[in-house]
């Protein structure tokens, strides 16, 4: 297999417009939640990207293309595959134009057009792991010869749906996002689009091997067993053991019971248990974007030093996470778990640290 590399990282979040404002926010301790109502007497708190001006399709576009841009990816030809990943995709637009007639496919070949993108374009929708699937995705079209450069495209745009949604099952805290943290009582969602530019040129990141579990038992929550085989695989097919993992960038997003099985399927995967890290009390659950944006934000993070702040650990889990970069970092587990069962994980190796 060919070398993959991330190129290059775009990312417009509740952090900021682009990934250097949001590597300055958490220096300075993050970007408080705004509180959304989807109905009288439902109101929670949500990570909302900043207002841009303009109706719901021109700011799309505009983040769409900056996020793209950033990464790079525009410089190239554009000829090789875009991935359109997502679990609201334009439901936010048909929302506010009461448009319900074209097929889900339409949003990605509208992104594809915003970018003047020449090559084949993929929509991804396997709920949160959209971005992560896509990245791996990618990353196999590229190791295998069929392209040179790829673009991931991770987007949660403003829409009512996934907020309703969520609340109606009571997932949703009524506080704070908390991961693994003592009190944790739910997620946070937020917004994002954010962009990984994979390509064979060589450069810091390189994305050394994932893998995409599914296990359908419990379809709104994690699987124990499930978390330890993503994890199992992943080094796997990344040539690594438990003890080469630096560092892992969990799913972990405040959720009672996912948390605890996470941190439980660590602990028969890792002794002793690596450093931990969660980006979602920064981000917001961004649900399929978050592989990307996540990723984006971790990367970044590990290059400046800068960090998310952590909260008061539950001693019952044995895991929390660190207030700091770790020392020495070369493998990095990134995992996200999502609705339908999915449990995915990518490796990335900093060839900085090679």
């Not at 997932?171 to 962009?195: N, Y």
Request: with cysteine; aromatic share 4%.
């Amino acid at each position: 297999m060919i070398p993959v590399y991330v190129a290059g990282r775009g990312l417009v979040s509740s952090l900021g417009r682009d990934l250097d404002a949001a590597v300055a926010a958490l220096r300075h301790g993050g970007v408080p939640a705004v509180h959304r109502t989807v109905a009288e007497g439902f109101t929670w708190p949500f990570q909302a990207m900043a207002d841009e001006g303009g109706d719901w399709w021109a700011q799309a576009r505009a983040r769409v293309t900056r996020a793209a841009g950033d990464s790079g990816a525009l410089a190239t030809d554009r000829s090789g595959p875009l991935f359109i990943a997502s679990s609201s995709l334009d439901v936010g637009g048909r929302e506010r134009h009461n448009d319900f007639e074209h097929g889900v496919h339409r949003f990605a070949e509208q992104a594809a057009g915003w970018l003047g993108w020449a090559g084949p374009v993929f929509t991804v929708s396997t709920a949160c792991t959209s971005a992560s699937n896509a990245l791996l995705s990618a990353t196999t079209l590229i190791g295998r010869g069929e392209a040179r450069d790829a673009l991931v495209l991770g987007i949660e745009l403003p829409n009512h749906l996934t907020l309703a949604g969520f609340g109606s099952m009571q997932l949703l805290s009524p506080t704070a996002s908390r991961p693994l943290g003592a009190g944790r009582d739910g997620l946070v969602l937020g917004e994002a689009v954010a962009a990984l530019h994979l390509s064979r040129s060589p450069s810091r990141w390189r994305v050394a091997g994932g893998s995409n579990v599914v296990d359908g038992r419990d379809p709104a929550g994690a699987v124990q067993g499930a978390v330890v085989a993503m994890c199992q695989q992943a080094l796997a097919r990344s040539g690594l053991q438990p003890g080469d993992i630096d560092l892992v960038k969990l799913q972990a997003a405040g959720s009672g019971a996912n948390d605890a099985t996470e941190a439980a399927a660590l602990h028969e995967v890792f002794t002793p248990m690596p450093p931990l890290v969660s980006l979602k009390a920064a981000l917001g659950h961004t649900l399929g974007a978050s592989g990307a944006a996540e990723i984006a934000l971790l990367t970044a993070c590990l290059e400046t030093g800068a960090w998310p702040a952590a909260c008061a650990p539950d001693p019952a889990l044995r895991a929390e996470l660190v207030t700091q970069p770790p020392a020495r970092v070369r493998h990095v587990l990134a995992t996200i778990l999502g609705f339908g069962g999915g449990h995915t994980a990518v490796v990335l190796e900093d060839g900085a640290r090679a």
